[in-house]
């Protein structure tokens, strides 16, 4: 089957869920009238009549017959006409999308202003949408959406004589240039540097920061054809993807494929949608996008610096992620809790004895099996460690 076009109005009207059946009408005398559409929706009885046709919409099958997915094209055939798309809210639950500050799960509670659907910066732009965003929404009674690309940009007139000036932008309080993702010179440059510092510092992993954002939207600049939208940190994405899967990133977007840790928005150290209670939605989201391998907020939130004075939200908050891929601390648990337990277990065949690290300087750790006290910040060394017995702290102060 080809493309399927029909001809509707510009309006939109508030349908429910289930699909219009719609057919051209006729008049008295029997011949069709070609500018008038008659759509019902079956549930309940609704009928919508509209004289005169404003668009066309082209339902476009893909090339496979197996997938069940389908580019739907709208045109306006005036230009006077406003393209826009309406979807039922009523007994659908919608996810997908971007992330936001404080994410809900499924998202039809969410509220967002009207701007770009890009990715960004949550900490400069905390209305705006999160660092992981895909053109890609899941209804619970309909297959799937995926928007198309972001809309229009505002040109400026270019430099007298033509001349190249850099395209700056801010980064944690200093000026700075952003790489040129397009220059296949640029990228083998960065990517090169990026490796000899990594062998330099014999570096497990390495974390690229600041991929997120348009830095041609927020200077209202005009971008390259190859970097409208979020085609930036796509790209990006892609070539850091070469150094390997030890590879941290803190955006993405249409990369779920590629083998990089994705490193989650940072949460407030509370209770609220924008900290404990947002960390549940925000991994549904990243999952259902396809970004299965990601990096939680530390452990008790670390938004503006937080530092988790609340030991019953730490636990919490250590219990959920201790089910995700990876676990991350900035408030080590011997700082926020008063009482926190050390287990020190023996691991060598034929060993009675173990070297114990006590962390946290400054505080005092109690061995629950002799009473004996030990100073936080040491290394006891050769301590006993019978085959009946198994070395147990706790922190007292």
């Not at 019902?40 to 668009?55: I, N, R, S, T």
């Not at 926190?340 to 034929?350: D, I, M, N, Q």
């Not at 690290?357 to 910040?377: E, I, K, V």
Request: with cysteine; proline share 8%.
């Amino acid at each position: 089957m080809g493309a399927i076009s029909l001809l509707l109005a510009a309006e939109s009207c508030n349908f429910p869920a289930a699909p219009l059946g719609c057919d051209r009408s006729t008049d008295t005398s029997g011949k069709q009238n070609s500018s008038r559409m008659l759509c019902a929706a079956p549930q309940p009885q609704k009928l919508l009549l509209q004289e005169d046709a404003e668009l066309r919409v082209a339902l476009e099958q893909p090339p496979d017959p197996a997938t069940e997915c389908y580019s739907v094209r709208w045109t306006p055939l005036r230009p006077d006409v406003r393209l826009k798309d309406c979807f039922s809210m009523a007994n659908v639950s919608w996810f997908g999308g971007g992330g936001t500050r404080a994410p809900r799960w499924p998202l039809n509670g969410a509220e967002s202003q009207a701007q770009p659907f890009v990715s960004g910066d949550l900490g400069r732009n905390p209305g705006g949408f999160g660092p992981v965003l895909d053109r890609y929404f899941l209804g619970s009674t309909v297959r799937s959406l995926r928007a198309g690309r972001a809309g229009s940009w505002l040109s400026l007139q270019p430099c007298p004589g033509g001349c190249s000036v850099p395209l700056l932008t801010m980064w944690k309080g200093q000026l700075c240039a952003r790489l040129n993702v397009t220059s296949e010179e640029a990228l083998s440059w960065y990517l090169a540097r990026a490796q000899r510092l990594q062998q330099q510092l014999g570096a497990t992993y390495v974390v690229f920061e600041g991929a997120e954002g348009n830095t041609f939207l927020e200077q209202a600049l005009p971008p390259p054809a190859e970097l409208q939208g979020d085609r930036y940190t796509q790209v990006l994405a892609a070539a850091l993807a070469t150094l390997g899967n030890a590879t941290v990133i803190s955006a993405g977007t249409r990369s779920s494929h590629l083998p990089l840790f994705i490193q989650m928005s940072p949460l407030r150290s509370d209770w609220s949608h924008a900290g404990l209670k947002g960390l549940i939605p925000s991994v549904l989201h990243y999952s259902l996008l396809g970004y299965n391998f990601f990096i939680p907020d530390a452990v008790g939130g670390s938004l503006a610096g937080d530092t988790p004075g609340d030991p019953e939200l730490y636990v919490r908050w250590l219990q959920i992620v201790t089910f995700l891929p990876v676990m991350a601390f900035s408030t080590p648990p011997w700082v926020c809790c008063d009482t926190w337990v050390l287990v020190a277990p023996v691991t060598e065949r034929g060993h009675t004895w173990r070297d114990i690290y006590l962390p946290g300087a400054g505080h005092l750790w109690r061995d629950t099996s002799t009473a004996r006290l030990f100073d936080g910040g040491t290394i006891l060394r050769n301590y006993s460690a019978g085959l009946t017995e198994v070395p147990v702290f706790v922190k007292t102060s």
